[in-house]
DNA sequence: GATAACTAGTACGCCAGTGTACGAGTTAGC
DNA sequence: GCTAACTCGTACACTGGCGTACTAGTTATC
């Protein structure tokens, strides 16, 4: 289930054109979460026609273009190092996806409107699973919250840094300040305003 | 541009129907933020013509039925006691806030989509601004953070909401739990967590 | 009880976006 | 250089929801 292409054989050039339509598809779906298969076609400096030709339907382009951003971030995130104090680690980690959230933000969004439900979450465990490990980590020492479920702080750490991409667009948040802002909010947001 | 009706006179019939239909578009749109205008004409017990009777466009029902939420908003918000301890009185209106949060998160969606950039906002300004003069009551007395902008803060405080309502609607909260949840991280949000 | 307001059904035109069909031109790969 | 793969335009069918038109029936209200 990782790059086993179901179809084998396939010309150079259809690679290629597979790989700009996605990128295109990226970068329409981060901007516009209704882009239609004719803008990203467009985008592609293809026909739309093409694009049928190697994705059925538009959900199925959504994914492959969400897939092609989780794995640009997946090598991002990995080279994240997670030891040594769990709050500079999340730090750490923050910044690094700041970028990628605020980037992807309207992405996430067109995905999650025409995906079936939970799927997006099936292919986002990476992200989520990276955080959350953290956070067990982080409250094994005590330097994370534990009054509140897990589950919760991974996702409330994700409509965090949702809003705040969505707050840039708005112009209503400082881009060159966000990163401060939302390492300032989650940081206190794992941890207990009165006492552990 | 309070209750000044366009139309001075009305026969009190269609008063009625008018109110059936903004409480059916709440309803409806409460669960689904692209609920049709047939679904809501066949909720409020009446044919679509009837609701184009009275609303011209779909974006201008969902307008109304906002509205119409927001209102009953406001009066339940405007009991809630502001003063004293800044961190109790935020207490308070959060827990009075989450029920409504709750309920009216789909039809905020929809009004999203359909009403004009910072339309929403514009109406929403009464429970954004209660927000606001709290917390900047709160750092006034150093009992909230002073380090992040305020409008950030507001904002976050809304994203939090919404967000647990979605944590909900996917089974991934207990609403049992919830305003204890929504209430701990807030107040935790409001805090520095190095020093005020 | 006359009148104007309201309700409501059916039918329609419209629109945008999706996905299909066909067919002609181009290009990679052996 | 032959063949199959690919590109891509035009054209079209389909869909779902919006909004309009017309018409007939009902009901407040004076």
New interface residues.
């Given amino acids: 289930m990782s790059s086993a292409d179901p179809r084998p054989r396939r010309r150079a050039d259809a690679e290629r054109s597979i790989t700009r339509i996605v990128a295109a598809a990226r970068d329409c779906l981060s901007r516009d979460p209704d882009a239609t298969v004719d803008d990203i076609a467009k985008a592609a400096g293809v026909g739309r026609m093409t694009v049928y030709g190697h994705f059925r339907t538009r959900p199925e382009l959504v994914e492959a273009a969400l897939v092609e951003a989780l794995r640009a971030g997946e090598r991002m995130l990995g080279g994240v190092d997670l030891t040594g104090d769990a709050r500079q680690a999340m730090s750490r980690l923050l910044a690094s996806s700041w970028a990628l959230v605020a980037e992807s933000a309207a992405l996430l969004t067109a995905a999650q409107r025409v995906l079936p439900?939970g799927r997006l979450r099936e292919l986002h465990t990476g992200a989520a699973d990276r955080v959350e490990q953290l956070i067990r980590r982080g409250q094994a020492v005590r330097a994370f919250?534990s009054?509140?479920?897990v589950?919760?702080l991974v996702?409330?750490v994700?409509?965090?840094l949702?809003?705040?991409a969505?707050?840039i667009r708005?112009g209503?948040?400082d881009p060159a300040?966000a990163s401060r802002?939302v390492t300032?909010?989650v940081?206190?947001?794992?941890?207990?305003?009165?006492g552990a």
């Fill in positions: 439900e919250r009054d509140l479920p589950t919760w996702n409330a994700q409509y965090i949702h809003g705040a969505e707050e708005r209503r948040l300040d802002v300032a909010t940081q206190s947001m794992l941890t207990s305003s009165s």
